[in-house]
């Protein structure tokens, strides 16, 4: 028993477990997702795993567009950093999920888009584009204070100068690793 001292005990009962799990936070824009795991919630860090050319940052684009409509009356920021597509691209990807009309209308109606889009929220998603270190991603976090944060191919990042260990001296898994675990310290924060 003195061994097991220092460990948590889950709750006994269902309502115990629900009241110690209870997690606020935006919605996914699929019901199945909200079924499954619930909202976003504080701290959490997320991965999206697929073959290339499967629609990750497609998908990507329309969680970041449909967290910033939550928000639509309270303004909160939501962050979206990329390194793979052009992030004008990526923008316009959750415009277009955003405000829920085709591309080709996006390109006749640019001014009635952009009064959609900023009546939905769209003002509160900040983009940058060409992400190259964490340092980075903690730089705008501190700055912006989002309440989400979006970050495509987080893989292809380098730590940056607040890495203690030099990157050449590390294995690919390692680096990865590394940076995993910045993330993580970033998203309990």
């Known amino acids: ?14 309502e115990e477990l629900l009241a110690a799990t209870k997690v606020e936070g935006p919605l996914w824009p ?12 504080a701290g959490s860090l997320g991965h999206i795993f697929a073959r290339s050319e499967v629609g990750k940052t497609s998908f990507a684009a329309a969680c970041a ?16 950093m990329g390194n793979e597509e052009r992030i004008e691209i990526q923008k316009l990807r959750c415009t277009i999920s955003l405000i829920g009309k085709p591309h080709e209308w996006v390109v006749q109606n640019p001014k ?10 769209g003002d509160n998603l900040i983009f940058y584009g060409q992400l190259s270190t964490v340092d980075v991603v903690e730089t ?30 590390m294995a690919r898994h390692e680096k990865l690793a590394a940076i995993y675990n910045r993330l993580r310290s970033l998203a309990t924060k």
């Open 1 to 14: 028993d003195d061994e097991l001292s220092c460990l948590v005990r889950a709750p006994d009962t269902i």
């Open 30 to 41: 699929l019901t199945f997702l909200n079924e499954t795991i619930g909202p976003i919630g």
């Open 65 to 80: 567009a449909y967290c910033v409509y939550q928000y639509r009356d309270n303004p909160t920021t939501i962050l979206y």
């Open 112 to 121: 009635e888009a952009y009064q959609l889009f900023t009546a939905k929220g």
């Open 140 to 169: 705008a976090i501190a700055k912006h204070n989002p309440a989400v944060v979006f970050l495509d191919q987080s893989v292809k990042l380098e730590l940056g100068r607040r890495n203690k260990m030099g990157l050449g001296e």
